[in-house]
């Protein structure tokens, strides 16, 4: 192709046409810059599917972890609802009398009142993403939006669910460890232990501290983040 180019240049000067030799090359000129033009189209157009590539398996991890956070805090709600239906048979009974009854109550209902289930939810693909260049690929301004406000809604609800964490650990289970007798349920001082203020007052401070999880959840909107996320990063798999 070179050749024939050239072949003409020499035709047309040897002929001495420099008006129609400065029309070729002007032809020339606007053919070299249609190729470059048209390359660069391609480069670009190539690149594109690249980023596009690595955007859909970015968005396939994401879909997946919270995909999982959802199944997790799902199971989380249904165990806090349990231990709020737990406390409210107990603070139905209250104030506590000196009965084997009452200990049987509390016996029955304390593994669904005082099992901790803590929301630890999947963020090593959206961190990773937020901290390096390739938060770039992601196209959606929405999904960007949340994602980047994602850690702060969740840090919000943790120191929540930390305060009803330490509530137990610090307070209610010191208590039971220091005055209940667990080798003789039914004695003396454990009858005499159900009629004491801290008892009766563990019950609707450990109800309390449940419902504020519960009510953190839905206050800073954990549900709908996540939801939003997994509808945003459909369709990658």
Same mark, same amino acid.
């Given at each position: 192709? $070179? #050749?024939?180019?050239?072949?003409?240049?020499?035709?047309?000067?040897?002929?001495?046409?420099?008006?129609?030799?400065?029309?070729?090359? !002007?032809? *020339?000129?606007?053919?070299?810059? !249609?190729?470059?033009?048209?390359? /660069?189209?391609?480069?670009?157009?190539?690149?594109? @599917?690249?980023?596009?590539?690595?955007?859909?398996?970015?968005?396939?991890?994401? &879909?997946?972890?919270?995909?999982?956070?959802? $199944?997790?805090?799902?199971? $989380? #709600?249904?165990?806090? /609802? #349990?231990? !709020?239906?737990?406390?409210?048979?107990?603070?139905?009974?209250?104030?506590?009398?000196?009965?084997?009854?009452?200990?049987?109550?509390?016996?029955?209902?304390?593994?669904?009142? %005082?099992?901790? #289930?803590?929301?630890?939810?999947?963020?090593?693909?959206? +961190?990773?993403?937020?901290?390096?260049?390739?938060?770039?690929?992601?196209?959606? +301004?929405?999904?960007?939006?949340?994602?980047?406000?994602?850690?702060?809604?969740?840090?919000?609800?943790? *120191?929540?669910?930390?305060?009803?964490? &330490?509530?137990? !650990?610090?307070?209610?289970?010191? %208590?039971?460890?220091?005055?209940?007798?667990?080798?003789?349920?039914?004695?003396?001082?454990?009858? @005499?232990?159900?009629?004491?203020?801290?008892?009766?007052?563990?019950?609707?401070?450990?109800?309390?501290?449940? @419902?504020?999880?519960?009510?953190? $959840?839905? +206050? *800073?909107?954990?549900? /709908?983040?996540? +939801?939003?996320?997994?509808?945003?990063? *459909?369709?990658?798999?």
């Amino acid at each position: 192709m $070179i #050749k024939f180019f050239r072949k003409i240049r020499q035709k047309l000067l040897s002929e001495n046409k420099l008006s129609k030799y400065l029309l070729y090359a !002007i032809g *020339e000129i606007v053919l070299v810059v !249609i190729g470059i033009l048209i390359a /660069l189209q391609i480069n670009t157009w190539n690149e594109r @599917q690249k980023n596009t590539a690595k955007e859909s398996v970015l968005l396939k991890q994401i &879909n997946s972890d919270f995909r999982s956070n959802k $199944i997790q805090l799902d199971s $989380i #709600k249904i165990a806090h /609802l #349990k231990a !709020i239906e737990g406390c409210d048979v107990l603070l139905g009974i209250m104030p506590f009398k000196e009965d084997k009854s009452v200990i049987d109550t509390i016996v029955k209902y304390a593994p669904q009142i %005082f099992g901790i #289930k803590t929301f630890n939810p999947s963020n090593g693909s959206v +961190d990773a993403l937020i901290s390096s260049s390739t938060f770039d690929l992601i196209q959606n +301004d929405s999904l960007r939006n949340l994602l980047v406000s994602w850690k702060d809604v969740y840090l919000d609800y943790y *120191e929540e669910e930390q305060y009803a964490r &330490n509530l137990q !650990i610090w307070e209610i289970q010191p %208590f039971f460890m220091d005055n209940v007798d667990y080798s003789n349920l039914y004695s003396a001082s454990n009858l @005499q232990l159900l009629s004491t203020p801290k008892m009766n007052n563990i019950w609707p401070n450990k109800r309390g501290s449940i @419902q504020e999880i519960l009510n953190s $959840i839905k +206050d *800073e909107r954990l549900e /709908l983040y996540i +939801d939003e996320i997994i509808r945003l990063t *459909e369709g990658h798999d």
